[in-house]
Structure formats: structure tokens, C-alpha cells
């Protein structure tokens, strides 16, 4: 194995895989092309392919007593696929930092329903990570259609990263057969997707095997597990976008489900039963770590890494006498419980949106890591169930207001402790403060004051600039698949203050972290015509910038400081478009990013670094820290000698060749026009097929109203078939994508 072959599986481990391997594109030739690593970058030699493991428990003792009841099977949405989703990102970095081009591909759910062009695929990702794990030598496709290891059977989710850095293959798998066709997954399907409607029987040529299963209908499989359609519902015989779209509109969405497929299957050579703990098999496992201190250790380690700021664990016959909290009916061989807790002083955090989000997002981390370490220790343990998280921490002995609880059951017999997190007093000054943020992984790193900021607010009220024109703007207040229910709503209409975030405010951290170039590069233009890994990179850098931003407010609240942080500091930005609901636009960063002096604003009104051009996002931390300013940006303008292709690019002539010139702390800068309205037409309202529509499948092209009411765009948004796509579509900004600064320059 070559010398980056081996730091590439090392990063991967150390980034959480519990398995990697390597498939080299040969072994794609019989997927469609622009489902293929070189349909998406022609240049593609590898395709890295990581897994995280399904605990267990969180599978055998989900979906009972109706699949719906997903319980615990949640942490598949909740932690591991954003856990692979931070994966893919930072392994595309890691080569991307290494001079590889690297395309990091989503975890999941980014989809084209009904397929694209010649691509007659439903359901479509842009890379099926299942048959990319067998082309990387992981395991073999089961009857299920699922990839099924030796290790964990098909209990693992798995993330692709496609590169043009010829890695070493790993080996196709060679073992025993891991689908012994003993048809549990076909007896036990809700909506009996392996025998009813099957176009014929797959054969999937892989790396020179064949790979045998039903070609099912998605739409019907799909019916409760993406849907989230009742199973108490007659399944109609034929099943099609219209019938779901039908059903959804007679009935609405009622909740997703754990498939059986996944549940009820195990590898021969791991499978065994015991009814009297599930219906569904179980997986043979040893005890690996048989020392509690050992393991109390390394749960400590993560409570540590992951800022958990109280930890307490019982054993069950600390329950004995509970008639509220039964330990043993969320795992019925259940010795230990673990309460950990985050807290969110409300003196010194002050919540945000962006906030809410990430503790959530680190509590779901933790309490996966913890399970999931138990489980790879021999151990049964589970997380995410229903079980009373404050009333455990309340017997613990540890519940504390403006703190969020969460419960971890496990076998293993761990000794009783109650800890608390020891503050960091650390030295704050600007340096350090600098190394600490550039450490925790973010790209670049600016800072300004209040001051700087009210005279630029000031500044821009004065010239009108930077307002919100029409004030209003359109909410979809439907489901998130079919019809667009519009609403009006007031928006802010004038620039937030620094102490509207954090009474006595005086500085503002700005952190930037850069998204692999390969990802825009490759948007709609190689042969796949997929917006789908620049819809990844836009959400996943905005929750890796909420993660070093939380660790920052933790720092400072440490040390006393009062801090939060927030992707739009002025209130005033508009959204793009994502899978991932609507986001924060790339403008929303411009003001903060230039007046920590870490970019200019271009004449498209998006930042632009001398480091990466336009290809980064930013995020903003407001606290009562005081910092100095550093100098505004004083570097090569691009713009100056371009010839503004993103002008020609903007598909509703939104931006302006005129600029407002004007002079701050001694700089001359042009402040960009352009027109709001038409701008959210096309990558807010998705309502000009060329800017993202087109690519998903969806035919709309609207023009933009002459007298840009936004009745119109209520008009508009309600009168166009979005169909279930409504959810998947997401935007490539055309004068993003055509801009000239595509990376470093003026160094
Ligand atoms: S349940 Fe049985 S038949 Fe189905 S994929 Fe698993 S091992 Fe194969
Ligand atoms: S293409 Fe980019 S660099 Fe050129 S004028 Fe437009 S924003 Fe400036
Ligand atoms: S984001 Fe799209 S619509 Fe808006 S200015 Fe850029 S190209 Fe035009």
C-alpha cells in the first residue's frame, strides 16, 4: 500500500471510520455514467468509501411494535450520517490540502426522484455509496439490495469521496457468502416490496463479480421509509409518483419507519436469535474491552472532546425502586446508565437559531460516540429512545436548569461516578485566540470591533444600501413534498446592532473555512450535470463552522465573556435553496467577513479571499470580548480587470456593472448593486430552471416580473408542479460558479 493510500485510511480512522477501503474507477464500468466517479469527476482514479456501524441494539430493539416506531433507529439521521457527512468533507480537504482533486459525496438524501435525461434511474443519488462499498472491497450485495459486510452485516451506513489520486485498491471481498438467501428481509417487508411490482432480477457486474437481487419498485418501497405514508394504509397495487403524491394530499405524512429489509437481516456468520430480547436477529460479538476503567476512560475522552459539561452514570439497582424510570424496557440487559449534559447559561450563551442547532447536533454526536463505543467494545448499548432524559439526570443527582439531558443504556457494568467539566481558564489574547481558531480546523480567522461596525452600518443606512427593498419575503408553509403553500411574511428592515446579539458587545470573530473546489468546479457541468455535491458542501460547511463556533463561546464563556454566534450579524440576508431546508445565502456573510478584513466584496456581492476567492463560507461570533481590529483588505481587486462573466452568467440580469464607491478608514471601496428581488427569483424561489431546477428534473423557467411584486412570486411559486422533488432541489449560483476568482491569487 502506497505511502497516501495509508495517511488517507489513517485520517479516515481517526475522523470516526470503523471501516475504509479503496476502489479504484475500473470497477464502476457497468454503472450509468452519470452515476459514475468519472460521470461526476472525469478525472477520478479512486473512490474512498467509509462506514460507520449501526449499534445494535439500536436496530434489534427499534421498530416495535410497528416499524414505524423508529426509536432508536433515529441515530442514523441524528449522528451517523451527519457524523459521514463531516467525513467525506474532511477527507476531500485532507487530499484537496495534498494537491488531489477531491469530490466529497452527500451520506444521503439528495436525490433525484424521477431520474435525469437518459439516466433512468429513480431515486437517483449522485454516487450509490452501497455498490461503491463493493467495489472498495467491503462486503457483497444481499438479496435486500443493501451492502452487507463480514463485520456488521448491513448494519453500517457508508460515505463516498471520489478523487483523481490513484490509491491503492483494496481486495474485492473474497469470503464466505454474506446473503445465505434466507429471505427474512422478503418475508418481513411492510409493503412487500420484493414481490410485488419487481421490474426482473438485478445483475450487478462489480469488480468482476455478479450480484443477483430483485429490482424493486422505489416508489413503493419508499412508501412509509421515505414518505413517511401509514402502513395502515392499503397499498394500492400500482405505486407512482401520482398515487404518493395523492395519498400525501388525502391523508398527509404520517412518520417514517425503520426498514425491515435492514432489521430482520444478518450475515449467516454473525446471525443468531434470542426472541425473549428481538423478533429481529442478533450480532454475534465479543467483549473487547473487559476493563471498566478502560472504558470509563475512554467515555470520559469523549465527554471531554465534545465540551459535555456534566456526566454522571448509575447502575440499574439504582432504579430498583423507580416506578417512573424502568431502565430495563429501552435495554432489557441493560447494567449502566449514562446521563450526560450540556448547558446553555443564558447570562453567558446567548441563543440563537445557529445555537439551538449545534448543541443539539453535539448532544446526538455524544450520545452516539458513547453507544457506539460500547457496541464496539462487545457490549449492548443504545441511545436516542424515549425514555425520560431530565427525570434520569434528576436521580442521578445531577439535573441543573438550562441544560440539555440525554440517556445512554448499555450492558456493560460501569462504575457509578458524577463529574462536572473543569472551565478552561486560558489566556484570550488576539494571538492565541487566532491559534486556538485556525487548531479547531477553520481557514481563516479575522476580527473587528463595534466600533468599526456601527460607522459601517451607519454608513450603509445613510446610503440606503444593503436594505431589504421589498421587506416582505415568501414561506413555504407546505409538506415538504408536493404543492408550495405560500405565505407572506414582514421582514426585518433595518441592520441589526452588535448589542442586539449580546448586551455590551464589543467585538466580532470571524471564522472562514473553505469547501473542497472540486465541488463547483464539477456543478453542472461534467457529464452527471448534478448540483448535488455543491448542495453538500453549501450545508455542510455552515455545520462545521457552527462547531468551531460553539467551541470559541465555550472558551469565552470559560473566561467569563458573554458571546453567540450567527451566519446573517446584519439580519438582513436572503436564503438559497438546499436540501437541507433554506440557507443562509453566501451574501449573508459579506459585511462581517470584509470588516474583519479577511476578503473584499465582489461586484457579484459575495466575499472574495485572496486564499480561496469565492469558495468558502463564514461565520460570525458577538461577544463582550474586546479584540482590536485587523486592517480592512487592502489586497489585489479582482474585479477590477475582469471581464465579469458573472454578469453574463446571472440568468436574471441581477447584478449591476455600477458601484457605489465609497471610503472607509482611509480604503476606497466599491460597494456592489444588485437587484434582491430577481436574485431570489432564481436561487431562493427556484423558479428559473437553469440555476438548479433544471438539473433535478423539474421544468420551470419563469421570467422576472417587470414590476417585482411579491405577489408574484406567490403567484408564481404556487402555479408550478414541483411534485416530491420539491424537497431535493437545490441551487448552483450561476454568477458564483462563472467567477473568475476560482481559487488563490494575488500572493
Ligand atoms: S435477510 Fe437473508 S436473504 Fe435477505 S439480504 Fe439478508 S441474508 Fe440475504
Ligand atoms: S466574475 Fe468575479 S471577479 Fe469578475 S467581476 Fe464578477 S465577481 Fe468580480
Ligand atoms: S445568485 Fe444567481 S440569480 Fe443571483 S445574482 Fe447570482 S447568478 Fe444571478
Not at 13 to 32: H, Q, S, T, Y
Not at 151 to 173: H, K, W
Not at 630 to 657: M, W
Not at 677 to 689: E, I, M, N, Q, S
Request: net charge neutral; aromatic share 10%.
Amino acid at each position: 500500500m502506497d505511502n497516501l493510500t495509508k495517511k488517507v485510511i489513517e485520517r479516515a480512522r481517526e475522523l470516526g471510520a470503523d471501516l475504509v477501503g479503496i476502489a479504484p474507477v475500473e470497477r464502476f464500468k457497468g454503472a450509468p455514467l452519470r452515476m459514475s466517479p468519472n460521470g461526476l469527476l472525469p478525472e477520478a482514479k479512486s473512490v474512498i468509501v467509509v462506514a460507520i456501524h449501526h449499534p445494535d441494539a439500536t436496530i434489534e430493539l427499534s421498530g416495535e411494535p410497528t416499524p414505524h416506531d423508529i426509536d432508536s433507529y433515529a441515530v442514523q439521521s441524528t449522528a451517523m450520517n451527519p457524523m459521514l457527512d463531516d467525513i467525506s468533507f474532511l477527507l476531500a480537504r485532507f487530499l484537496e490540502d495534498r494537491g488531489y482533486k477531491a469530490l466529497p459525496i452527500a451520506a444521503s438524501n439528495i436525490w433525484r426522484y424521477r431520474g435525469y435525461k437518459d439516466l433512468e434511474v429513480n431515486f437517483a443519488p449522485d454516487l450509490a455509496h452501497r455498490y461503491a462499498a463493493v467495489a472498495a472491497g467491503l462486503g457483497e450485495i444481499g438479496w435486500n439490495g443493501l451492502c452487507l459486510t463480514p463485520e456488521f452485516g448491513p448494519r453500517q451506513r457508508f460515505v463516498s469521496i471520489i478523487t483523481n489520486a490513484e490509491l491503492s485498491p483494496s481486495p474485492m471481498y473474497e469470503g464466505e457468502p454474506l446473503c445465505d438467501k434466507c429471505m427474512e428481509c422478503v418475508k418481513n417487508c411492510p409493503t412487500d416490496a420484493f414481490r410485488k411490482e419487481v421490474k426482473k432480477i438485478n445483475e450487478i457486474e462489480i469488480g468482476g463479480k455478479v450480484y443477483k437481487f430483485p429490482d424493486t419498485n422505489k416508489w413503493r418501497c419508499a412508501w412509509a421509509e421515505n414518505f413517511g405514508l401509514s402502513l395502515a394504509y392499503k397499498i394500492p397495487e400500482k405505486v407512482d409518483e401520482e398515487v404518493i403524491l395523492e395519498y400525501l394530499a388525502k391523508y398527509g405524512r404520517h412518520i417514517g419507519e425503520i426498514g425491515s429489509c435492514l432489521r430482520f437481516c444478518m450475515v449467516p456468520q454473525k446471525r443468531y436469535y434470542d426472541i425473549s430480547y428481538s423478533r429481529a436477529p442478533r450480532r454475534r460479538k465479543e467483549i473487547l474491552i473487559k476493563q471498566e476503567k478502560k472504558l470509563l476512560d475512554k467515555i470520559k475522552e469523549i465527554c471531554e472532546g465534545e465540551l459535555v459539561d456534566i456526566v454522571a452514570i448509575g447502575i440499574k439497582e439504582d432504579f430498583v425502586n423507580d416506578l417512573s424510570i424502568r431502565p430495563e424496557y429501552y435495554l432489557p440487559d441493560v447494567n449502566s446508565i449514562i446521563s450526560i449534559g450540556i448547558k446553555v447559561p443564558k447570562e453567558k450563551l446567548i441563543e440563537t437559531q445557529e445555537i439551538k442547532n449545534t448543541i443539539l447536533r453535539r448532544i446526538n454526536y455524544t450520545q452516539f460516540k458513547i453507544a457506539h463505543l460500547l457496541d464496539m467494545s462487545g457490549y449492548s448499548a443504545i441511545c436516542n429512545t424515549v425514555a425520560p432524559d431530565n427525570l434520569i439526570a434528576h436521580r442521578l443527582g445531577i439535573y441543573e436548569p438550562e441544560t440539555f439531558f440525554s440517556t445512554i443504556f448499555t450492558s456493560a457494568s460501569l462504575p457509578s461516578i458524577k463529574e462536572r467539566r473543569v472551565e478552561r481558564k486560558e489566556n484570550l489574547e488576539p494571538e492565541i485566540l487566532k491559534r486556538f481558531c485556525r487548531e479547531i480546523g477553520a481557514d481563516l480567522v479575522g476580527f473587528f470591533n463595534k466600533d468599526r461596525y456601527e460607522r459601517f452600518c451607519k454608513l450603509l443606512t445613510d446610503l440606503r444600501l444593503f436594505q431589504n427593498e421589498s421587506k416582505e419575503e415568501v414561506i413555504d408553509i407546505g409538506k415538504i413534498y408536493g404543492p408550495y403553500v405560500p405565505m407572506i411574511k414582514k421582514t426585518e428592515d433595518s441592520i441589526k446592532r452588535l448589542d442586539d446579539w449580546v448586551p455590551k458587545a464589543n467585538s466580532v470573530i470571524v471564522l472562514g473555512l473553505h469547501f473542497p473546489n472540486a465541488s463547483l468546479d464539477t456543478a453542472k457541468v461534467t457529464p452527471a450535470e448534478t448540483v448535488g455535491p455543491y448542495a453538500f458542501v453549501q450545508y455542510e460547511t455552515l455545520n462545521l463552522l457552527s462547531d468551531m463556533a460553539y467551541k470559541v463561546v465555550k472558551r469565552l464563556n470559560d473566561n467569563g465573556y458573554r458571546a453567540t454566534f450567527t451566519f446573517d450579524i446584519t439580519g438582513l440576508a436572503s436564503k438559497i435553496k438546499n436540501s437541507r431546508g433554506m440557507l443562509p445565502d453566501m451574501r449573508a456573510h459579506s459585511i462581517y467577513a470584509f470588516l474583519s478584513g479577511l476578503s473584499y466584496i465582489g461586484l457579484h456581492g459575495y466575499p472574495i479571499t485572496t486564499e480561496y476567492g469565492v469558495r468558502q463560507r463564514f461565520i460570525a461570533i458577538i461577544s463582550d470580548l474586546s479584540l482590536p481590529n485587523d486592517p480592512i483588505y487592502s489586497g489585489e481587486i479582482l474585479c477590477e480587470n475582469c471581464s465579469k462573466p458573472c454578469i453574463s452568467a446571472c440568468p436574471t440580469s441581477a447584478i449591476s456593472y455600477n458601484t457605489i464607491p465609497i471610503d472607509f478608514e482611509g480604503n476606497k471601496i466599491k460597494i456592489p448593486k444588485f437587484d434582491s428581488f430577481a436574485c431570489d427569483w432564481a436561487k431562493r424561489y427556484c423558479l428559473v430552471g437553469e440555476e438548479g431546477p433544471y438539473y433535478w428534473n423539474v421544468d420551470v423557467n419563469i421570467p422576472v416580473p417587470k414590476e417585482k411584486r411579491i405577489e408574484d412570486v406567490v403567484d408564481s411559486v404556487s402555479k408550478t408542479h414541483w411534485g416530491v422533488q420539491k424537497l431535493h432541489i437545490n441551487i448552483v449560483e450561476e454568477c458564483l460558479r462563472k467567477c473568475i476568482a476560482n481559487g488563490k491569487f494575488g500572493t
